[in-house]
Nanobody
Framework: QVQLVESGGGQVQPGGSLRLSCAVS????????MGWYRQAPGKQRELVAT???????NYADSVKGRFTISRDNAKNTVSLQMNSLKPEDTAVYYC???????????????WGQGTQVTVSS
């Protein structure tokens, strides 16, 4: 069974940095876009950053210039380097992958379990 396994969350002071990682475990045929989303208490889940299998990236305006998404296609991993963190970045961060289990199967969206990021002094 394919799973997304996240790591790297925690608590940091404003202005600090954290790095989130996500690995796809299990056998898949292909992975299209991968990305990170977040959900703060009382708010809807929102896009943080995505990266295609070709390396094209997309960022939420609120994180541009501070966060960097990267991907290792050989290892089926995606990472999010978060710098200059602000209290408003506090949320549960979820990894997402759009993948195909088999050649003739349709693509499906798969989520990780989420990892807490808390930015507080």
């Amino acid at each position: 069974q394919v799973q997304l396994v996240e790591s790297g969350g925690g608590q940091v002071q404003p202005g600090g940095s954290l790095r989130l990682s996500c690995a796809v475990s299990g056998r898949v045929y292909s992975i299209n876009a991968m990305g990170w989303y977040r959900q703060a208490p009382g708010k809807q889940r929102e896009l943080v950053a995505t990266v295609t299998d070709g390396g094209s990236t997309n960022y939420a305006d609120s994180v541009k210039g501070r966060f960097t998404i990267s991907r290792d296609n050989a290892k089926n991993t995606v990472s999010l380097q978060m710098n200059s963190l602000k209290p408003e970045d506090t949320a549960v961060y979820y990894c997402n992958a759009d993948l195909k289990d088999r050649l003739l199967f349709p693509s499906r969206s798969t989520w990780g379990q989420g990892t807490q990021v808390t930015v507080s002094s």
